[in-house]
């Protein structure tokens, strides 16, 4: 499942939309809109994270894609590890680059 941010992300690869579309039916990604709860805890966790002195190069949808897998799955396929394990300690990050 893919929450608005990664969808829009995902479709910006691609030269069209119907590109876009094909590849996420073909992958069986499912379209999962985001909770309201997840995207208020996003916006709790960025703030937090700025006041601790983190680097702006982290904005609100890193926090949006880590709050949407933490609130709806278990886990989270990216290549970005070592952010989302520090800051969603409680899912499991997989790397699809190491096969883990």
């Known amino acids: 499942m893919a929450c608005e941010v990664v969808w829009a ?7 069209s939309r119907t590109r876009a579309n094909d590849a996420l039916e073909r992958l069986e990604i499912e379209f999962s809109a985001m909770h309201v709860t997840a995207a208020v805890d996003a916006g ?20 949006l ?9 278990d886990r989270l396929l990216t290549r970005d590890r070592g952010f989302y394990r520090s800051h969603f300690t409680g899912l499991t990050v997989v790397d699809p680059s190491d096969g883990s």
Do not use: M
Request: no cysteine.
């Open 9 to 15: 992300e995902v479709a910006a690869a691609f030269a």
């Open 44 to 63: 709790v966790n960025w703030r937090t994270y700025r006041s601790r002195g983190g680097p702006r190069d982290r904005i609100v949808p890193d926090f």
């Open 65 to 73: 894609v880590g709050a949407h897998a933490a609130f709806r799955a």
